[in-house]
């Protein structure tokens, strides 16, 4: 190196181009060696591609963005955007860039990534055929989306199972086209690509495998209206999205010499470098030492790191990378790693199916009782811990069939070695997470995170992660905090009362102050959940829309084949005979499947998302309101008849459950609330499975808590006796708010109650004797919800921003969804099933 600094220009800034940047940064020496330009395409720095779904549900691209703030300032880096290069000048050493710019360079990175692969069928470029790769892409489709009904998806992969996640959500009826005789079909087997298909089918997704695109056909208007397959089935179809895979970009390569391979790719050694010692490749553009072209985030950014190592200390080697992945698709999990189709000679599967709950796993065990890899799909929450133990190829410690048993079972324990690579994306160790904790002095999983880049990328491994920084911590004698997730180092119950107390109403402002990141699956609802109840305001309004459940989406429970049930609050059990009328003809005139519950109440399924509102202005002109079954929230206060009917009863306990379900409706909780009240001991109401009971006695009101039905039935506790009607609701009052203030995320009473300090005597200090001095403030929360309360679908029927997101097909409004089908069973409709004939006048689905 000279004393003056050599210019090294990298081409393209994506996610590899960004961590070839942060790894020359991270170099000794590296400003005074290098002086670094970047030419970017797009318009904006370097962003995370692979959450890029994210976008549609309210992410914006500064909270996509990876480029940290100042990032490029500190380091010196010249960053041109919107100005790629255009040609390579090898002789030279020049790059010509698209404003006309030339630069010299004495180092030339190509990080210039992959494009989509479009078929050229006829058609393939009319108005409403899009790609999926950037926020300008994700622009183009969701300005699409607002003219058309029906979207199809070309390419069952990762991508293209995001893509038709996507346009559902858009409110388009959504097909899946796969020319491969299954979905993923790189990643899962025969058996994980059935279980998978069935769970996206149920969801309303319609795929169609062993066929491929042979035209897209266009209207008078020349935009897109259908596509033609190869088997000869027509889909009407508006919008289109091709997502068949991708290619490297070496054009720029191929035009100035260097070589490529016979399908694509600069060609490279194991340290990135290309045949003009000058040149070098990284991530998806590069054809590898091992010829492979890798088109995941975590071998590239493995390739940045070693030519960053290269160009600085001339040390590092690329010799092959982990192409495990765990995702969240259209709300089925999915995960494959190492040897996931048992290739491996000698080698034997252990398989474990559940078709009922949609779950699926294979592990593929070597001859010498290794495990080499697997398939997961419905269940992935072993995948943290079983693609590292894949990657060792050590022979397991416990027989496998145990690590694919389902829930319930105790689980298996394995312990990895310090070498097992915990974090694939950015190849970090167990070794070295530990050394962060042990001589590092990092004390919580987001210093761990910031330190190593462990869990940065992907997320897949941020379980396992905040695993053993739990563990190394404890081994160290240091208290460790049970955060709500990696982004938050606080519990729910703290989250909730850094809420109450300073008033805070956006999750935006939370996670700023209190909190890390974007938020994830697990932090986002939970939060929603505290919003709703604290900060008031809908649900559907603003930034509380986005953080939402997938139910809580569109007030209503997703179903089986796409559907939606309706689940109208029917107080006590107790309807009249116009109510039921009312029921009867919505579910006549809409063709709806009708069942009367354990609840009490009766649910109306088969519905979708566009008919919801219009179901609803019946239900809500004829006195209903939201049962609230799509939300962590009071469901039921189910009752007996009581003395007014039973000649056992003695109390009004139809008239005391009206009374506790019309006061407690609509609040919002960590789980489920149910309830129950019998009218006297012989408990024909099943109060003490509830998780708040009342049953009568002859003097007053018995109050039982903790109590659960369900897969761990739990009897619930006697907290209080012979109340009378004023003290009996104070004390529920207080008994709610308690809960909701203190416990986990999808906690029930029940657990809650078990690992309560002190039990049920600490419970009875807290709530009839004041014994911490917050009952004046949970009798104030609850008379604030009381006071405030409003029904969730009656508001939203008089706002028509909110009804705009059940409006799925705007220039057609009662068309029905053709995704949504079902068959006869027993004078009413079920969800079909793949492949089941559909007919008769019963299956017929009417609007009103």
């Keep these: 190196m000279t004393a003056t600094p050599q210019h090294l220009v990298l081409v393209g800034h994506g996610m590899v181009g960004q961590r070839f940047l942060e790894a020359l940064a991270g170099q000794p020496g590296a400003r005074d060696a290098w002086r670094v330009t970047v030419l970017a395409e797009e318009p904006r ?32 880096i010249e960053l041109l955007l919107a100005d790629p290069a255009t040609a390579i000048d090898r002789e030279a ?9 030339t630069l010299a360079y004495d180092a030339l990175v190509l990080a210039t990534g992959s494009y989509p692969f ?20 994700l622009e183009g489709i969701r300005a699409d989306a607002g003219r058309a009904r029906t979207g199809a998806v070309v390419g069952g992969g990762l991508l293209g199972l995001e893509a038709a996640g996507a346009l559902k959500a858009l409110g388009l009826r959504t097909h899946v086209v796969e020319f491969a005789p299954r979905l993923m079909a790189l990643q899962v087997d025969e058996g994980g690509g059935e279980v998978l298909r069935r769970k996206i089918e149920d969801l309303g997704v319609r795929v169609h495998t062993g066929a491929g695109t042979q035209r897209v056909e266009t209207g008078e208007d020349g935009r897109v209206r259908a596509m033609t397959l190869s088997d000869g089935t027509e889909l009407a179809a508006d919008l289109v999205v091709f997502s068949a895979g991708v290619r490297p970009r070496d054009q720029l390569a191929r035009e100035c010499g260097l070589p490529v391979g016979e399908r694509g790719g600069i060609v490279v050694d194991e340290h990135c470098r290309t045949a003009d010692p000058a040149v070098w490749a990284i991530g998806e553009c590069a054809l590898a030492a091992d010829g492979r072209v890798y088109g995941l985030v975590a071998p590239g950014y493995e390739m940045a790191q070693t030519a960053a190592a290269r160009l600085m200390s001339g040390e590092g080697r690329f010799t092959g990378a982990d192409t495990s992945t765990k995702l969240k698709l259209l709300g089925v999990d999915v995960a494959s790693f190492g040897d996931a189709h048992g290739a491996t000679e000698g080698s034997l599967d252990v398989l474990y199916a559940n078709s009922r709950d949609g779950v699926y796993k ?11 890899g697997g398939v997961l799909v419905g269940d992935t929450d072993a995948y943290a811990t079983l693609r590292p133990l894949a990657a060792g190829g050590a022979p397991l410690t416990a027989p496998p069939e145990q690590l694919v048993l389902p829930a319930g079972r105790e689980p298996v324990r394995l312990e990895l070695p310090d070498e097992a690579v915990v974090c694939s994306c950015n ?4 070794g070295e997470i530990r050394a962060a904790v042990r001589t590092g002095g990092r004390t919580s999983v987001p210093e761990v995170k910031k330190c190593t880049k462990a869990g940065t990328s992907c997320g897949s491994c941020v379980k396992l992660l905040s695993s053993i920084v739990t563990d190394e911590l404890a081994a160290s004698g240091v208290e460790t905090a049970a955060g709500l997730c990696e982004h938050f180092t606080r519990t729910r119950a703290e989250l909730y009362e850094i809420v109450r107390v300073k008033g805070i109403d956006s999750f935006a402002r939370l996670v700023d102050e209190h909190g890390t990141g974007e938020g994830c699956d697990v932090c986002k609802p939970a939060v929603a959940s505290i919003l709703a109840g604290l900060a008031g305001g809908h649900i559907l309004d603003g930034e509380q829309g986005a953080l939402q459940d997938t139910n809580d989406h569109f007030l209503a429970n997703l179903q089986r084949g796409g559907s939606y049930s309706i689940v109208p609050r029917v107080p006590g059990g107790e309807i009249t005979p116009e109510g039921l009328i009312t029921i009867g003809e919505i579910a006549r005139d809409y063709g709806l499947y009708t069942k009367i519950t354990g609840g009490q109440r009766i649910d109306l399924f088969g519905a979708s998302v566009d008919q919801l509102p219009p179901i609803w202005k019946r239900l809500v002109e004829a006195g209903f309101e939201s049962g609230h079954a799509y939300g962590k929230a009071l469901r039921t206060v189910k009752s007996c008849v009581g003395e007014t009917w039973c000649r056992y009863g003695v109390q009004d306990s139809v008239g005391l459950a009206i009374e506790l379900e019309l006061r407690y409706r609509g609040l919002r909780a960590p789980h489920k609330i149910k309830a129950a009240v019998s009218g006297c001991a012989r408990e024909c109401a099943e109060a003490q499975s509830k998780d708040f009971g009342v049953i009568a006695t002859s003097t007053g009101w018995n109050l039982y808590v903790g109590g659960n039905g369900g897969m761990t039935p739990r009897h619930a506790d006697l907290l209080a006796a012979d109340l009378d009607r004023e003290t009996l609701l104070r004390t529920v009052d207080r008994f709610l708010m308690f809960y909701i203030r203190t416990a986990d995320r999808l906690e029930r009473t029940a657990p809650w109650l078990e690992r309560l300090d002190g039990g ?3 419970l009875r200090a807290v709530l009839l004797d004041d014994a911490l001095g917050i009952c004046a403030d949970l009798d104030e929360l609850m008379a604030r919800h009381v006071e405030t309360y409003q029904d969730e679908w009656a508001a939203t029927l008089a706002d028509p921003d909110r009804l705009r997101r059940f409006v799925s097909f705007a220039n057609a409004p009662g068309t029905p969804d053709p995704t949504i089908r079902f068959a006869p069973e027993r004078g009413q409709i079920r969800p079909a099933r793949p492949g089941e004939p559909i007919a008769g006048p019963a299956l017929e689905v009417r609007t009103r």
């Design 362 to 372: 294979k592990l593929v065990i070597g001859a010498d009782g290794a495990l080499l």
């Design 760 to 762: 049920l005597a600490h």
């Design 427 to 430: 190849n970090v160790s167990k």
């Design 45 to 76: 720095p370097a962003y995370d591609r692979v959450h890029l779904t994210s976008w549609f549900s309210g992410t914006t691209p500064e909270e996509l963005s990876l480029c940290a703030d100042g990032f490029i300032a500190e380091h010196g």
């Design 118 to 137: 479009v078929p050229p069928v006829p058609g393939h470029d009319a108005p409403g055929c899009h790609v999926y790769r950037t926020i300008e892409d």
């Design 93 to 101: 050493r020049t790059v010509t860039t698209r404003s006309g710019r």
